[in-house]
């Protein structure tokens, strides 16, 4: 990826969903800009295990999606059931997300 920043083709590199380690491998060899994961109130994964600490340390931009929970904290959605039957978020354990 980054010969393709060298010769033009690209002008960033962004992860998605890495660890801190990943981070921190791939700083070395060329400057990340953005690390994207979920994050809202039913997900804090890349807190808990230091990865905004590590892209903050580092200076590198965190982009969240599904910031809103995955529509639930959106008022649109009250129970998974509300949900058509092909619904990604109906694999969630209904106990962990309502």
């Not at 590199?13 to 800009?33: K, M, N, W």
């Not at 809202?40 to 892209?55: H, P, Q």
């Amino acid at each position: 990826m980054s010969e393709l920043v060298k010769e033009g083709k690209i002008g960033y590199i962004g992860l998605s969903e890495v660890s801190s380690e990943t981070v921190r491998r791939a700083q070395a060899v060329h400057p990340i800009s953005a690390v994207q994961s979920e994050y809202s109130l039913f997900e804090r994964t890349v807190e808990e295990k230091g990865v905004i600490k590590t892209l903050n340390v580092l200076g590198i931009g965190f982009v969240a999606y599904s910031s809103l929970g995955r529509g639930f904290l959106s008022g649109q959605v009250r129970s998974i059931d509300d949900l058509p039957e092909n619904d990604y978020n109906r694999t969630f354990d209904k106990r962990n997300c309502l």
